[in-house]
């Protein structure tokens, strides 16, 4: 559908729009919203507190999409010395997972952000130590 428009087929479209990646792969730009809505989980009041294992794991699988929301999972190299000064730089960071490489002295970083990662932050972990700083996007998390 995010296509008729490019090719002359539609001036607009209507469309459900989540986050807008494909409207901007599309060259298009949302200009009016209709209608906002959310997607929420029904039950008969008697049954509310619904146990049952087939729901259990749709309620998991989403709050696993909304929970990765706002995460980051982010890599970097740096110098056995600076470990802990950047370890305390990662926003909302359990337990980074430290992987040592072949350089000596050398080890990466990988870390689960539950917070948003700023370009502050990437500048100060640059400037504590740290190189080859990758910021990927979550998906989905599983606790």
Known sequence: ?????????????????????????????????????????????????????????????????INAAESKYVMLNAEEKSINRICKLLPGADSPTIIPLQEKGKVAIHALCTEPVFWETMENLKISGASSILVMPVEKILY
């Open 1 to 65: 559908m995010e296509l008729t428009p490019y090719i002359g087929i539609a001036d607009c479209i209507c469309d459900l729009v989540s986050s807008g990646a494909t409207l901007e792969a599309n060259n298009l730009i949302q200009f009016k919203t209709l209608m906002t809505s959310e997607a929420v989980l029904i039950a008969n009041e008697r049954r509310k507190n619904i146990q049952e294992p087939k729901v259990l794991s749709l309620v998991k699988r989403f709050e696993g999409v």
